[in-house]
């Protein structure tokens, strides 16, 4: 399986992971918003795909979902964003969905579209680890990563997450659901512990992060750090006019974070 392309996020250094709503507040912005982090030296970049029930997400991201969907955000309109970006970028693209949206879609076509664009991989933070198999063989047979999360658990649901993970490991910091932390209270490093000794793919972590200390912080402990809802925020607040402030943000973040 090539994930070459995800693997070069974390190659010699530590990963900045930017997270975005495909088609908040529009599609055109959407675009400018992600170049702005490639320009900014994100190394990652995460498409969220909206959905009606987002469960996983707290206020900034669900409002998000809510606004795109308003503006008329569809699966395929997010391929088409995503194949854009494709074309200006060699950058390593994630789509984050729900289950909901890529079962619909279909498996297969789902998967052939990101391969055919040069999507490497996809989060779905409902698809539990269990039923995880139908949709990691299709993804697996067009070269796609299905990217795990591991949350606050037990050592060996870790071993079991870790050892068969594919693309990098989403390392959830806390429970619950997204959004701005002012202090990250699980005990991260014990996981990391763990992680490490099963995986044989990158670990960033991800939920709750949104300062430069933060992020300095947790890239200590990790091979990257993942940054959504402080991005999102960004958007909520500037509308179409958010991408120098992108830019500015994820700046300061990917210098704390090398």
Same mark, same amino acid.
């Given at each position: ?19 975005l709503t495909a088609g ?11 170049? *702005?982090?490639?320009?900014?030296? +994100?190394?990652?970049? #995460?498409?969220? $795909? ?5 469960? =996983? %997400? &707290? ?65 779905c933070p409902d698809m ?16 796609? *990563?299905?990217?795990?999360?591991? +949350?606050?658990?037990? #050592?060996?649901? $870790? ?5 068969? =993970? %594919? &693309? ?31 995986a044989h793919v990158p ?56």
């Amino acid at each position: 399986m090539n994930n070459s392309r995800i693997q070069s996020a974390f190659t010699n250094k530590k990963a900045f992971i930017g997270f975005l709503t495909a088609g908040d507040p529009t599609y055109e912005s959407s675009f400018n918003n992600i170049m *702005a982090m490639v320009k900014a030296g +994100a190394d990652l970049i #995460e498409i969220g $795909i909206p959905f009606s029930d987002p469960i =996983a %997400e &707290g206020p900034v991201i669900q409002n998000a979902d809510v606004r795109a969907l308003k503006a008329g955000m569809t699966t395929d309109k997010a391929f088409e964003l995503a194949a854009r970006v494709r074309a200006k970028t060699d950058i390593p693209l994630v789509f984050m969905t729900y289950l909901n949206p890529v079962f619909k879609y279909g498996y297969d076509r789902f998967f052939v579209k990101c391969a055919e664009i040069g999507v490497d991989g996809l989060i779905c933070p409902d698809m539990p680890f269990e039923e995880k198999r139908e949709a990691d063989d299709i993804a697996k047979s067009y070269g796609i *990563a299905i990217i795990s999360m591991i +949350a606050p658990t037990s #050592e060996e649901r $870790i071993k079991s997450i870790a050892e068969s =993970a %594919e &693309g990098f490991l989403y390392i959830v910091s806390s429970l619950g659901v997204t959004g701005v932390r002012s202090e990250i209270k699980t005990d991260l490093a014990s996981i990391m512990e763990s992680v490490k000794k099963y995986a044989h793919v990158p670990a960033a972590i991800g939920f709750g992060i949104s300062t430069p200390e933060q992020a300095a912080k947790m890239s200590k402990l990790a091979d990257g750090v993942i940054v959504g809802s402080a991005i999102v925020r960004i958007i909520e607040k500037y509308g179409e006019n958010a991408a120098d402030e992108i830019y500015k943000y994820v700046k300061s973040m990917t210098d704390e974070v090398r």
